[in-house]
């Protein structure tokens, strides 16, 4: 029970990453509320565990966000994971998809951070983690252009936030996935023209010869949540499975 009495919110908790991290944290003890905008997804993981509540909520929506924050009167943890993969380098990349890319993956964790820092701030305790990506300033990847560049835009919003506020006891970490087997993923790897060479290829760029799994990166999270991590802050985590070595 490593999270036990900690409130704790969830975006993206429908699938994949944040849908792992909400169980993780729940069956550790936390109050999960968990956010996202597929309903019929968020009910299956609220049967799953009776401990997370959930929210549908647009987190790229102002209204929505500071209506649902409105509505919470104390947090201890935000772990955000709201995130969108354009496929495509600058020339695949038109006006609307880098708004798109910067709405999605920047602009949702400034909405969310923005209200409930507030909340976090009465208490003088907090920690808001925000799932980034290798595919940043860290590493360059072909044909991810402006993915790579919101990611790492999102990588000096943590150096940035966890500076500001670190001596009010606002903790602020990014973890850094490399490729994980995700649903959007797998939809990513079927609209290719050749998934079965696609997904062999997403396994070849990987050194340790196979994917992340939700749960691992899950486990991260987990420490990054829990008071065992109460001396880190602005850290960029990187579970790559060696592939920016």
Known sequence: ????????????????????????????????IALDINKEKLDEISKENPNIKTEVVDATSKSEVESFCSTI???DVLFHAVGFVHHGNIMDCDSDEFYRSVNV???????????????????????IIIVSS?????????????????????????KALAADYVSQGIRCNAILPGTVETPSWQGRVNMADDPIKAREDFIARQAMGRLAQPK??????????????????????????????
């Open 1 to 32: 029970m490593r999270l036990k009495n900690k409130k704790i919110i969830v975006t993206a908790a429908a699938q994949g990453i944040g849908r792992a991290t909400a169980l993780t944290f729940a069956n550790e003890g936390a109050e999960v």
């Open 73 to 75: 009167d104390s947090i």
């Open 105 to 127: 993956n920047i602009y949702s964790a400034y909405l969310m951070s923005q209200n409930l820092l507030p909340k976090m701030l009465k208490n003088n305790k907090g920690n």
């Open 134 to 158: 290798a595919a940043s300033n860290v590493k360059g990847v072909p044909n991810r252009f402006i993915y790579g560049t919101t990611k790492a835009a999102l990588n000096g919003f943590v």
């Open 216 to 245: 691992e990166i899950a486990s991260l999270a987990l420490y990054l949540a829990s008071d065992e991590s109460d001396f880190v802050t602005g850290t960029l985590n990187l579970i790559d499975g060696g592939w920016t070595l």
